[in-house]
């Protein structure tokens, strides 16, 4: 048997050709995504990003459509979606040296702001994955060793110790270097 989706309500305001960039308002619009209208507008209100007055612009208006048209309570709502859409570009020109143009692109955006009530499924922001650490391994205890095997293996060293001393290749010595004197010193004298 097929389960039935129940339709949530929600209200949606958006405001078109705001006079910002799209990646300027996404980063704002990042957020409020998820949080109650009450717990946004103070994320809003202390954003210094100017995209944080037009973002808050809509949510008050989403907010007013929803207490207006549907008889919501506004402190009630979480939001559900906000979308920064780009808009058209107005191209400009600017006059250059040699009789150059500069172009100059004003960039626009749309932003739409989707709320819900509390009691719908809010979208969830996306965990981050964490890489699983490795558990780490327990330290062998050292094994007793016996005098007669400890006095084996330091005489095995010792004796490889005399080889790695005879090899052919014959050793050159490194001379210390001298510090280098300051231009300075060296105009004086």
């Not at 981050?128 to 391994?137: I, N």
């Not at 293996?153 to 014959?170: D, G, I, L, M, N």
Request: glycine content about 4%; aromatic content about 2%; some cysteine.
């Amino acid at each position: 048997m097929a389960a039935t989706r129940t339709e949530t309500q929600t209200v949606r305001a958006q405001a078109k050709w705001v006079r910002m960039s799209a990646r300027k308002g996404r980063v704002v619009a990042e957020h409020i995504r998820g949080r109650s209208v009450p717990e946004a507008r103070a994320v809003l209100a202390f954003t210094q990003r100017a995209a944080a007055r037009e973002i808050e612009k809509v949510l008050s208006s989403a907010v007013a459509n929803a207490e207006a048209n549907n008889g919501l309570v506004g402190d009630d709502l979480v939001v559900y979606t906000v979308v920064v859409d780009e808009g058209p570009t107005l191209k400009r020109w600017k006059a250059r040296a040699r009789g150059r143009v500069a172009r100059i692109k004003k960039r626009t955006c749309h932003v739409t702001v989707t709320l819900t009530p509390i009691e719908a499924p809010v979208a969830a922001r996306p965990k981050k994955v964490e890489p699983k650490k490795a558990a780490p391994k327990p330290k062998a205890e050292p094994t007793p060793v016996s005098e007669t095997e400890a006095s084996e293996t330091q005489e095995s060293a010792a004796a490889e110790e005399p080889k790695a001393e005879t090899t052919s290749e014959p050793k050159t010595e490194k001379k210390p270097r001298t510090p280098r004197r300051k231009k300075t010193e060296e105009a004086d004298s």
